[in-house]
């Protein structure tokens, strides 16, 4: 307010180089603080200054003018965009061949911050040749600059498969691979994430990253004491499950299903949910892998997220991957309805049902789910206590397994008349002619006129 903006600019050309620095150290905090602030340092025409002297001055300049870039191009694509129309994607690709550490790693920050807002953005930086540098930058000794070099091949990777298929093509996973057990956490976390922007986009780059070996290694990152290195292995582990079927066994006969479940039981919150979704595209792949799942005690950890997660995009998570477990045959419903997870699935969709539509995909996912898994259970003592609490449109898929059942096994048939099943059944409105209608009368069907009425 005070027009300091306007004071500073001069000063970037001062003949003393401290006071250079200083100046765009200044601009930079400033442009570092709002995006409005930033838009003035667009609008004061310091950017073109700041990107000429990019090549020629000393490494504190270079270091502070890259800061300057990257607090101006973090707050939104249009920024990052005036950034790179002032010509600075190539002042910036020379520093990542700078002698000096720090001036790479202000280089790779101000690339990576440009490129992670859209595919457009992260197309300029490629096109300005920087991924082949940043790959170079991932093997220095210095372990910031590997940091921010992977991060940077991470935001890089993220838009598209033609963007991973880059960095892939620059030799980057091999490097990134080799990184999965050094022991620093921030940069596992780096390459953990990298790793895992290249490997959602297809089963080709997937698979490519499987063949830089990364299993059974990978595994060690969910015992890890740092919460965002577990949660971005699960993420890795999730984005290749989720492809082929293929993919998915070569992780179970990894070890992969039972790490992640010893990892979903170990830890709370937001770091449980890559974890939780892996469970549920292996599951989804086919009735082995369910049964893997299930063999892995899978099935208490998901439960216990039902229970004691108070998100419900977590809760939700839990929900799709229990269906996922449930429903591809009589014996994988069991398994789940025998651990008692449909009187809490009910509970929940019945809660998420009467609240705000901030909950829609809770109350779609867990109905989906009780769906799923009720279509194919056929173990009736875990079925009947849901008769008393059922909404009408879970009621019906509810009534019609046991309309399956009861007529061929004689034993139910008692055993549904002595703990009130059929009284309940009695006293359910269904519309006439509807299906659950129909299923009442097949089930009504089985016992003589007189116990029914």
């Known amino acids: 307010n005070s027009g300091v903006m306007s004071l ?5 050309l001062d003949a003393v180089p401290t006071v250079q620095q200083t100046a765009a150290l200044a601009l930079g905090r400033l442009a570092n603080y709002n995006d409005d602030l930033a838009e003035a340092v667009v609008k004061g025409d310091i950017l073109p200054q700041l990107v000429c002297s990019l090549s020629e001055k000393n490494r504190f300049y270079k270091k502070a003018a890259a800061f300057v870039l990257r607090a101006v191009a ?19 690709v020379i520093c990542l061949e700078d002698f000096d550490p720090g001036v790479k790693e202000g280089a790779s920050w ?92 297809s089963v080709d780059l997937a698979e490519l990253v499987v063949e830089a070996e990364i299993f059974p290694v990978v595994l060690t990152c969910l015992k890890d004491s740092d919460e965002y290195v577990k949660k971005n292995g699960a993420t890795l582990i999730r984005e290749i499950a989720k492809h082929t ?25 937001t770091v449980r949910l890559p974890g939780i979704m892996m469970l549920g595209y292996v ?51 069991r398994a789940v309805a025998v651990a008692n997870v449909l009187p809490t699935l009910l509970a929940l969709y019945m809660d998420t049902r009467s609240s705000e539509d901030l909950q829609m995909k809770a109350s779609i996912s867990t109905k989906r789910a009780l769906k799923n898994i009720l279509q194919k259970c056929t173990y009736l003592p875990a079925l009947e206590p849901l008769l008393h609490d059922a909404p009408p449109n879970i009621m019906k898929h509810i009534v019609g397994q046991f309309s399956k059942v009861l007529p061929h096994d004689g034993k139910a048939r008692r055993l549904f008349v002595t703990t009130g099943g059929l009284k309940k059944v009695q006293e359910i409105k269904a519309e006439p002619g509807s299906l659950l209608q129909e299923y009442i009368n097949t089930i009504n069907n089985c016992y003589p006129e007189e116990i029914v009425r």
């Open 8 to 12: 500073l600019r001069p000063l970037l």
């Open 74 to 92: 973090k707050h939104s694509p249009q920024l990052a965009q005036a950034i790179v129309q002032c010509g600075a994607l190539e002042m910036l």
């Open 110 to 201: 101000a690339l990576g911050y440009i490129a992670r807002h859209n595919s457009e953005l992260s197309q300029a930086v490629v096109d300005a040749g920087a991924v082949p540098l940043l790959v170079l930058c991932i093997q220095e000794p210095e372990i910031a600059l590997k940091r921010i070099a992977a991060s940077t091949l991470s935001d890089i990777s993220k838009h598209s498969p033609e963007l991973a298929q880059t960095v892939v093509d620059a030799g980057a996973i091999a490097h990134l691979a080799q990184m999965i057990l050094n022991p620093d956490a921030k940069l596992k976390r780096q390459v953990l994430s990298a790793l895992s922007q290249i490997a959602k986009h």
């Open 245 to 269: 079927p293929e993919l998915s066994q070569l992780i179970v006969n990894a070890g992969g299903v039972a790490a992640v479940i010893d990892c979903i039981g170990s830890c709370r919150g």
């Open 283 to 333: 599951a989804a792949h086919s009735e082995n892998l369910s049964m893997a799942v299930i063999v892995s005690k899978g099935i208490p950890p998901l439960c216990a997220c039902l229970i004691e997660e108070h998100e419900d995009h977590i809760k939700a998570a839990a929900a799709w991957a229990l269906g996922q477990v449930g429903r591809h045959t009589p014996e994988h419903a």
